[in-house]
């Protein structure tokens, strides 16, 4: 019989929302470890290694200014939670020759996607809709959307986050739909609109789709949903200088925008805010969007300790962030990908809610976004199991500020020898270990020791490794020594048995038991 197989993010959220909803205020499981330990960056002197590089990341960026014909370009450095280097070059207005800094207020384009699905997780967290609705629950004119085919599935709400709604791509056309009403919008939904795919089959990209979430926020909070992210999102993250509309802005903190033309800078007109700014319309600062980025980073590792947030609390929980930097729609392969230092890295990329989510071939995570309008281009990227994020604001059309960020991440692990954090071996890693060791190498009372999984030794017999491990020994000679445990998670690690001719790689993982007994055991010769 054929198996059929949901992806397992998909699956996973299914599950989660098919439960009792908690009570209002709840934050933990019923039942939780008091054991569990945090992950944790092992280097003492991680802070001073990264603020040493602050110099050439300045240069980086000042450079890319300059080669690029940027008017004015701020950047942030965001490490565990702080913002904790910034800086600015050129101008925000040409004219008057007002100087570009983290204060400044620059318009961030499709930056703001991801604020928007925070909301979204915000009402599904508070009970108040469900993720894979149907987004004519919502927006009634879509009720008479017309499919390509007959066994199309519905647009749901987790559609509309992950592009996978089967609009077409609509940079050029959906960046001219800014200052469009809330009416406009739904008259063009109710005319009738044009699928390039069936829903939930494939990744492209749709700014309708997120003007379509943002009139779901504005349906269910029963508020505009710019109100509804400045209160639930904004005001508890103490972000005071972002804003949507740019009339509302003090002209020396505005950030005009500017296109290259003809070896001169040409001033591109301002729209207005509306219906299609839940795709692309905020306007902050490096300072005020470096507060978001902390709350982002918070949400890592997963731990037991009390959500905290600034001022009113979080706006989610550390759970619903978490979910949100998931990646949920494959976006691309990219095999030939290199780092700007040269360095071939393949890449592989998918589209999470509101969040471009990147993982490379060291299996570095990045989670961030690109915006772009006339007039203005920005990219922020965290790499979670760091610590670390940057964030860049250009006010230059479709201002490219990819291969910089790369390059600055780059450098600053390169260059200040980042680790990801560390993960605490649990104790009964540690205790499986010990009891291992008794054991070795003559496997003495191996079958009695009630160490092992049921499957262990039918996969393997007891005799043949016995002899596989003594070999290994002979190989070794004298132990000199038995490396730390290095834990991949709570249940599964290895180590290392030092000998005086070669050493032996123990990888061991344990069943979902409790207590947990070894279901693998791997012993591999290590030369000299």
Request: hydrophobic share 40%; net charge neutral.
């Amino acid at each position: 019989m054929k198996k059929h197989f949901l992806p397992l993010a998909l699956l996973v959220a299914s599950l989660a929302q098919s439960q009792p909803k908690p009570a209002a205020g709840d934050r933990l499981p019923a039942s939780y470890s008091t054991t569990y330990q945090a992950p944790v960056f092992a280097d003492p002197q991680r802070n001073e290694k990264i603020a040493a590089v602050f110099p050439i990341i300045d240069s980086l960026y000042r450079q890319h200014a300059e080669k690029n014909h940027f008017p004015g370009l701020a950047f942030g450095i965001v490490v565990d939670g702080k913002l904790v280097h910034a800086g600015g070059f050129g101008y925000t207005d040409v004219a008057k020759k007002i100087a570009a800094t983290p204060k400044s207020l620059f318009r961030i384009a499709s930056m703001s996607k991801s604020v928007t699905t925070m909301a979204i997780l915000k009402l599904r967290d508070e009970g108040k809709l469900r993720l894979d609705d149907p987004a004519y629950l919502y927006i009634p004119e879509l009720k008479k959307l017309p499919y390509l085919t007959s066994d199309s599935p519905l647009i749901t709400v987790r559609n509309l986050m992950t592009h996978s709604a089967g609009f077409p791509e609509d940079n050029p056309w959906g960046d001219r739909q800014l200052d469009d009403s809330p009416a406009d919008l739904l008259k063009l939904i109710a005319g009738g609109l044009s699928l390039s795919n069936v829903p939930g089959v494939t990744y492209e990209y749709s700014n309708l789709g997120f003007a379509m979430l943002g009139a779901i926020i504005t349906k269910v909070s029963g508020k505009p949903y710019q109100q509804y992210i400045d209160e639930a999102i904004f005001k508890p993250l103490s972000m005071t200088h972002t804003v949507w509309e740019y009339t509302k802005i003090p002209p020396a903190l505005l950030a005009h925008g500017y296109r290259w033309q003809d070896n001169a800078w040409l001033e591109e007109p301002l729209l207005h805010d509306g219906s299609y700014g839940a795709m692309g319309g905020l306007i902050t600062s490096v300072e005020d969007f470096s507060k978001y980025m902390a709350f982002h980073e918070s949400a890592w590792p997963a731990r037991s300790a009390a959500e905290t947030g600034r001022g009113d609390g979080p706006p989610v929980k550390r759970s619903s962030v978490r979910e949100m930097q998931q990646p949920w729609t494959f976006n691309s392969l990219s095999a030939s990908f290199k780092y700007p230092s040269g360095r071939a890295c393949p890449m592989v990329s998918s589209y999470a809610y509101g969040l471009r989510w990147s993982r490379d071939c060291d299996g570095r995570v990045y989670v961030g976004h690109t915006g772009g309008l006339p007039g203005f281009g920005s990219q922020w990227w965290i790499m979670p199991e760091y610590g670390i994020g940057v964030v860049a604001f250009g006010n230059l059309t479709y201002a490219g500020m990819g291969s910089v960020n790369w390059a600055a991440l780059d450098t600053l692990i390169t260059t200040a020898g980042l680790k990801p954090r560390m993960i605490p071996v649990s104790k009964i890693l540690a205790q499986r270990k010990a009891e291992l060791l008794q054991l070795l190498p003559d496997w003495s009372n191996a079958a009695e020791s009630k160490l092992f999984a049921e499957n262990f030794f039918p996969d393997l017999s007891l005799e043949i490794r016995r002899k596989t491990v003594q070999d290994l020994y002979a190989k070794a000679g004298t132990i000199v020594r038995v490396g730390d445990l290095i834990a991949e998670n709570q249940l599964r690690g290895r180590f290392l048995i030092e000998g005086e001719k070669a050493n032996i790689d123990v990888f061991f993982t344990l069943t979902p038991e409790n207590p947990a007994l070894i279901q693998q055991l791997d012993f591999r010769e290590v030369k000299k």
